[in-house]
């Protein structure tokens, strides 16, 4: 039972971080990301600003390190936004192996606890007090037992429900990085086509 009491206390460390992280960013990103982009398209130094404010998001940061680059072409631009996100992705999914690791071994310390314990309820068993004292005293350590492998299940349900909705809002905030970096990425190739982002072949550190 104490290394189930750890694995809860763990658990819920665990869920209330990421309840409060993914609260924070689902409130704030979809807002952000649409007024970035509006702001984008009639000035850039404004979208920028309005990114920087909000470092504390992924998002931003990712479409902040492929704004930073200093007349980048949009193939480098593309290669920037993917990269960053790529680095985002670990924090998204932060803790997600040790949700894993929680659900697969809850259980199996519940049933060893159980198994233990009936090992030392009958073994104090005899046939000759068999229907006496002890053999209440077995019953008794029997369902006490159980309670082990109760719990295990108890706590593995628990952070299985929460570990699967982080799972799903890793998947949400994946698409939406996906969705929105495709469009600042299609607007800056709108600019550098039509001039508003000067490049020259000089400027690229490979030549």
């Known amino acids: 039972m104490w290394p189930l009491l750890g694995f809860s206390i763990l658990a819920i460390a665990l869920i209330l971080e990421r309840l409060i992280f993914w609260s924070k960013v689902l409130k704030r990103t979809d807002r952000l990301v ?9 000035n850039p130094n404004a979208s920028f600003g ?36 790529q680095a985002e992705l670990p924090l998204l999914k932060r803790f997600s192996t ?27 068993l005899t046939l000759n007090s068999v229907g006496g004292k002890n053999t209440l005293e077995v019953t008794g350590g029997v369902s006490e037992a159980l309670i082990s492998t109760a719990s295990g299940l108890g706590v593995a349900i628990v952070t ?8 799903g809002l890793y998947l949400r905030q994946l698409a939406m990085i996906q969705e929105y970096g495709g469009q600042l990425e299609l607007l800056y190739r709108r600019r550098f086509d039509t001039g508003g ?11």
């Open 160 to 167: 299985l429900l929460f570990a699967n909705s982080f799972r």
């Open 98 to 124: 040790v949700f894993e690791t929680i659900i697969s071994l809850a259980p199996l310390l519940g049933l060893l606890g159980t198994v233990l314990g009936l090992i030392r309820s009958f073994a104090s």
């Open 34 to 42: 649409r007024e970035s982009l509006s702001l984008y398209r009639r």
């Open 50 to 85: 309005l990114l920087e404010k909000h470092t504390d998001l992924p998002i931003a940061r990712i479409f902040l390190a492929a704004l930073e680059l200093d007349q980048a072409t949009p193939e480098e631009f593309r290669l920037a936004l993917e990269s960053s996100a």
């Open 197 to 207: 982002v000067r490049y020259t072949p000089t400027q690229d550190p490979r030549y």
